[in-house]
């Protein structure tokens, strides 16, 4: 018990990461899902969002780290025995030989308390050590508190038009930005 009677919020530091295992799907799915509605909300349609179930998300997840492709990764965050949160990544999908973080959703309960700083670190160290000189990541233009965390964490939006793209995503029409950082050593930090 804290002060006053009060539990005490586990930091990020109480947590772990490992790499995950295709019995984490569920709980990632659990995760995955419940930050798209609580990040996406206002961002991509509420009957879109509505319409998402945990146990597609857990089928395409238990598919992805049963199989994984070659120099992807993906992680989990535990916090006291239970998935908070989850990262992955690995080669670009947009062909410049360059590294991806594909995810990196922290549950809304835990956000703020230095997990998902941690995870994208750690998302950044599997990289360099998957082989990649630099990194990047997608986000929607409309996220700022996104943005905000990427931008705090050493990622950045170079404004370049190859680093903005329009399409549709849910129904809706949406931007996405594309930030990147240098993976110049084994740490994942750039130099």
Known sequence: MGKGGAVPTPDAHSGLIRPAVPGDADAIAAVHLGTWRDAYAGILPAAFLDAQRVDEFAKRWRGRLTDPAERSFALVYEQQGQVRAFAS???????????????????????????????????????????????GLWVFAENHSAR??????????SGAPDAVKVGTFGGARNTEVRYARPLNNASGKAS
């Open 89 to 135: 990544g690995g080669l670009s999908r947009d062909g410049d030989g360059g590294g991806e973080v594909y995810t990196i959703y922290v549950d809304p309960a835990c956000q703020g308390r230095g997990a998902g700083a941690r995870l994208l670190e750690a998302a950044a160290r599997s990289l360099a050590g998957a082989g990649f000189t630099e990194a």
């Open 148 to 157: 905000g965390f990427y931008e705090a964490q050493g990622w950045r939006h």
